[in-house]
Every structure is written in C-alpha cells, then in structure tokens.
C-alpha cells in the first residue's frame, strides 16, 4: 500500500488564508443582505472542528478494525494507481452522496449531522463546524472495502472530498460557469443545502459531483435568497450542547413514548415525524365493542429536517 498524503493536514494553511480572505473581504466590501460573520459564532464553529479531531482519533480505533477485517475477508484487491484512483474517488463521493442523505432523514443519523447545519451564518468557519459523533458515517462505506479497496484508500478519497466542500461554505462566490454548476458542488448549490427554507430543504447532498442529486431527483437551484440554520433552532454556542442537542431531544421524546412503535419511529424516522392521530371510534353495530388499545400507528414526517 503507497503512502497516501494527508490532505487535510496539507490544507490547514490554506484554510486558515482563505478564512483570513473572507473576512478582510466583508470589511472592505460589507454586504447587508449576506450573513456574514459573528464572532462566537465563528469561535463555536472552530471549537467544534477541533473537538472533532479529537473524537474523530477515537472513532478510527474500532472503524479502522472493522474496515481492516473486512478487507482481510475479501479476496478482491483495488491497486492504488495514477487511474484506480479517480475511480476511487468517483465511488466515494457515491456513497458520501448517500451517506449524507442518510444523516438527514435517519433520525438518529441526523443528531449527528445537525450540528453543522446549526449556524445561522455561512461563511468558511461554518465548514469547520463538524460533529463528535461522526462514527455513524463508517457504514456507508463499507461496499468499498468489499469490493477491495483498501481501507487508508477510503480514507484518502473521504479527506479529499472534506477538503473540496471547505470552499464552497461561502456567500462571497456566486454563480459559476453553467457547466460546473452542472457537474460540481459550488457554493450556490451549498448555500441552498444549509437553508432552512421549505423549498430548500433535504435538498444538494452531493460531496464534490452534484450529477447524483439530478440523478436521484435531490437538485433544486438557488433562486431566492438562503436563511441559514435549522427549522428550530438552538440558542447557544456552547460546543457541548451544539454537539448533544439533538441526542438529548431523542432521550425526552423516548421518555414521553407511547409504544415501542412510537420509540422505534422517535429514532429510526425523519427528524420531524410524530406519531399519527389516534384511529376515530367505530359506528354502527361495531360501536358496542371495546376499544382498541396500544400506540398509534406512525405517520408521515410532518416536515423534513433543516
């Protein structure tokens, strides 16, 4: 196995020059309509992305083991080549597409997700705003190793897809050429992914291709201005609750249950689902029976998550 850079070690100047860049620009060229940056908005999101660092070094302990026990079981062995690994590549950013949408309809999947999506602010720090629970990612690409790719491989092409969506956490680029909005995540593809709006919502999962959301009917384009943040939002910006927030409202909607039928949806539905109405009594001759006891039967999610 080649040794494989780490690009997001190699990229932390950039990040942190491109940051710098935004900032000046918003000085030297404010923009009353944009969100701008706020400062212990931005110090949670940077706290956040250092928190995961930490946790993240914990989570590869056990993921590295089961990746690495699969890849044993497999007789099947991808090269890592100058043209293996755009391929590679191209397969990642397929189940990141999937992983991503996943971590949006998926209850559980979102109380991890959520906290990137819970700044009201869009800027270059936002990207950094990353979860300590990331652990719940590791399944999706399990279908890679498999088929024999080898288990630093995935982590190469997960870091290279990380490294491409900083960028486009901006308000300061706009359109770009209609072929790259056509094939590329950019920011205007982004922006209306962190939106809050109705429209907006559960929309642009893609990591660095946005042909998967056309392809998979995910796309919507920005036309109206984005209102960043979550469809409820959290009023803190300390990192422990930005980062169990939405655990703890799973632990008190269990709490509540009726049923296991209503835990079960509570965890395993979309972050807005509640449980149906009860069913109306029975008429006629059947009125006379008793009724029937237990938990209602889950219903459609009144609304997507943010």
Excluded at 38 to 63: C, H, Q, R, Y
Excluded at 278 to 283: F, G, I, L, M, Y
Aim: glycine share 8%; hydrophobic share 45%; charged share 15%.
């Amino acid at each position: 196995m080649p040794n494989l850079p780490d690009v997001v070690l190699w990229s932390i100047p950039a990040f942190v020059l491109l940051t710098v860049l935004e900032m000046v620009s918003y000085r030297i060229h404010p923009d009353e309509d944009a969100a701008g940056y706020e400062t212990k908005d931005a110090a949670t999101s940077i706290g956040m992305g250092l928190g995961s660092l930490a946790f993240d070094a914990l989570w590869k302990i056990p993921v590295v083991a089961i990746y690495t026990a699969v890849y044993e079981l497999t007789p099947l062995r991808v090269p890592v080549l100058w043209w293996t690994i755009p391929l590679m590549l191209l397969a990642q950013d397929f189940f990141y597409y999937w992983q991503h949408r996943g971590h949006h309809v998926i209850r559980i999947l979102w109380a991890c997700h959520v906290v990137h999506h819970s700044s009201r602010r869009f800027n270059l720090t936002t990207a950094l705003r990353q979860p300590w629970t990331s652990v719940t990612s590791w399944p999706f690409y399990l279908p890679m190793i498999a088929l024999g790719v080898h288990p630093a491989a995935v982590a190469f092409c997960y870091s290279v897809n990380l490294v491409y969506q900083f960028w486009i956490h901006t308000e300061r680029v706009g359109k770009l050429p209609r072929p790259f909005e056509y094939l590329f995540n950019t920011p205007s593809h982004h922006r209306v992914h962190h939106a809050s709006q109705g429209g907006y919502l559960d929309r642009n999962f893609g990591g660095i291709l946005i042909v998967w959301d056309r392809m998979f009917g995910s796309w919507v384009g920005e036309t109206e201005r984005p209102v960043y943040g979550l469809t409820k939002n959290i009023e803190t910006y300390n990192p422990l609750r930005v980062a169990t927030h939405e655990y703890a409202a799973i632990a008190r909607d269990l709490r509540a249950a009726h049923g296991w039928r209503e835990r079960a949806g509570r965890v395993f539905r979309g972050p807005g689902w509640q449980p149906g109405p009860p069913p109306p009594p029975k008429t006629g001759s059947a009125a006379t029976e008793p009724a029937a006891t237990g938990s209602a039967a889950a219903g459609p999610a009144p609304e997507p998550a943010a």
